[in-house]
C-alpha cells in the first residue's frame, strides 16, 4: 500500500518539475521575443534613415555634419540590435534619436523640403516606427519583469538554474530621454 503512495508522490514531484521547467522557459522566451521585437523596430528606423537623409541632402548640402553623425548612429544601432547587450541597444538608440532632432533641424530650415511629399511620408513612418519602438520597449519590460519575479519567487526559483533561465535587465532610456524631442514644421 505504501508503494503506490510513493509512486504517486513521485509522479506528482516530476509532474510539478516539468511544470516548473516550462513555465521558466516559457517566460524566457517571451522576454527573447520582446528584445527581438526592439531589434527589427530599431533596424527598421536605421533603415529609413537612408532615405530620409537623401531626401534632405538635396536640399541642405552644406550640412555635411549632420549627414554623418546620422549614419554614424544608424551604423551603431545595427551594430547593437545584433548583439545581446540590453545597455548598448540604449545607447545606441539614444544616440540615433539625437542624430534625428539635429537632421529635423537642419529640415526646419528649408520650407520647400517641410512640404515635399516625400519628406512628409518619410515623416510619418519615423513617427509610426518610434511609436512601435516604445510598445516593443514596454512588451520587452513586461517580459523581463514577469521572468524576474518567477526566478525570484519559491517555488520556481528552484527551477530557474535547471531550466537554464536567469534575469533579465530592464530596457531604461538613457539619461535625457525622458521627453520626446520638440521639432516643428
Known sequence: MTLPIIAGVLVAL????????????KADVGAQ???????VQ?????????NLVETVKGYAEHEKSVFENVTA??????????????????????????????????????????????????QRQLADTENQISFARQYYNDSARNLNQLVRTLPW?????????????????????????????
Open 14 to 25: 516530476v509532474a510539478f518539475g516539468v511544470i516548473g521547467f516550462n513555465k521558466l522557459r
Open 33 to 39: 521575443e520582446g528584445m527581438a521585437g526592439i531589434d
Open 42 to 50: 530599431l533596424t527598421r528606423r536605421a533603415d529609413l534613415i537612408p
Open 73 to 122: 548612429a544608424r551604423a551603431r544601432v545595427q551594430q547593437a540590435a545584433g548583439g545581446g547587450d540590453v545597455a548598448e541597444k540604449a545607447a545606441a538608440d539614444a544616440q540615433l534619436n539625437q542624430a534625428l532632432v539635429s537632421l529635423n533641424a537642419v529640415a526646419e530650415a528649408y520650407p520647400d523640403l517641410k512640404a515635399n511629399e516625400n519628406f512628409r511620408d518619410l
Open 157 to 185: 526559483m528552484l527551477f530557474a538554474g535547471v531550466a537554464g533561465v536567469s534575469e533579465r535587465p530592464f530596457y531604461e532610456a538613457p539619461a535625457g530621454q525622458e521627453n520626446p524631442p520638440k521639432v516643428e514644421f
